[in-house]
């Protein structure tokens, strides 16, 4: 009796193991850009430092997508529309990967790495934008003639704490040694 629950045991086990899936599936809409009718998968293959095209689809008629295959590791990708020249980057596992493509940017849904990489990208956009903010309230005040020495330091101190916490957070991230790490440190640099 005990050697019979024992082989059941490991039957068990080892069936349970051996259904690990590596496919893949990237879906979304691109509904910023009506006249595009293919959109293509890239990864970025580090052992051949090179770029791979590993899948492509039509658009259908309602502006949405669906890629599906097999992916044994994780990888740096990006998605590509057929007559736009930005790159839609994220990271391809053996998971569902939801984007949902504008025309003023995108949003990416998928597992906790694609999670954690999509917030970073907004925090940074956010301290980019209020970098951007800064400086034109600074031009602004330099074209009345108001920017008294006081204020222009003031507008500094703000400038540099936003680029100081831009390279934290860039550095942090970074230093997680994920796969989307990677893409980070490719992307932006430290």
């Known amino acids: 009796m005990k ?5 059941i045991l490991i039957a ?13 599936q990237v879906t979304g809409d691109i509904t910023g850009h ?6 293509f998968l890239y990864t970025y293959e580090k ?27 994780s990888k740096i ?9 930005i790159p839609y980057y994220f990271v391809l596992n053996n998971d569902n990967v939801n ?11 998928g597992n906790a790495e694609n999670r954690d990489y999509f917030a970073y990208r907004c925090k940074r956009q956010e301290i980019i934008k209020t ?10 005040l330099v074209s009345d003639s108001l920017l008294s020495d006081s204020i222009e330091l003031q507008l500094k101190g703000k400038n540099d704490e936003l680029i100081d916490s831009l390279h934290r957070m ?9 796969t989307a790490s990677e893409l980070v440190l490719r992307k932006f640099g430290r």
């Open 170 to 178: 860039t550095n942090r991230y970074i230093d997680s040694n994920t």
């Open 77 to 85: 990708a990006f998605l590509k529309i057929k007559g736009d020249t």
């Open 131 to 140: 970098k951007k903010a800064l400086w034109a309230k600074y031009k602004k």
């Open 34 to 39: 009506k006249h595009a009718d293919s959109v």
């Open 12 to 24: 068990i086990v080892a069936c349970g193991c051996t259904n690990i899936s590596n496919n893949y």
């Open 47 to 73: 052992d051949y430092k090179s770029l791979c095209l590993l899948n492509k689809c039509k658009v259908n008629r309602n502006s949405t997508f669906r890629l599906d295959g097999v992916n044994n590791n």
């Open 99 to 109: 984007l949902s493509i504008k025309k003023n940017g995108y949003i990416l849904q």
């Open 3 to 7: 050697y019979i629950s024992s082989v």
